[in-house]
């Protein structure tokens, strides 16, 4: 029976092993490229419900200047 040498054997193992590591490489961009996507949506979502929380402020208080540590808001005077 033959036997490969120690060289051989790990430079197969090595060019087994490659082909899975890229398809390993190739899983975890397309991951992180959706959850862009999905990151992108969040933050169109949570602009979308500020701008909502803004209008409904406004709504109930008039247009003014919001000092957002105290809750405080100063009308707006109108000309």
């Known amino acids: ?3 490969l040498e120690e060289k051989e054997l790990q430079e197969l193992k ?3 092993s490659k082909p899975n590591q890229i398809l390993i ?7 992180a490229y959706n959850s862009i996507d999905d990151l992108v949506n969040l933050h169109k979502e949570s602009i ?6 803004v209008k409904e402020i406004e709504d109930k208080y ?15 005077e109108e000309e």
């Open 48 to 53: 979308k419900e500020q701008q909502d929380k």
């Open 25 to 31: 490489e190739i899983g975890a961009r397309v991951v």
């Open 62 to 76: 008039g247009k003014g200047s919001l000092n957002i540590d105290t809750g405080e808001i100063t009308p707006l």
């Open 1 to 3: 029976m033959s036997k």
């Open 14 to 16: 090595e060019t087994i």
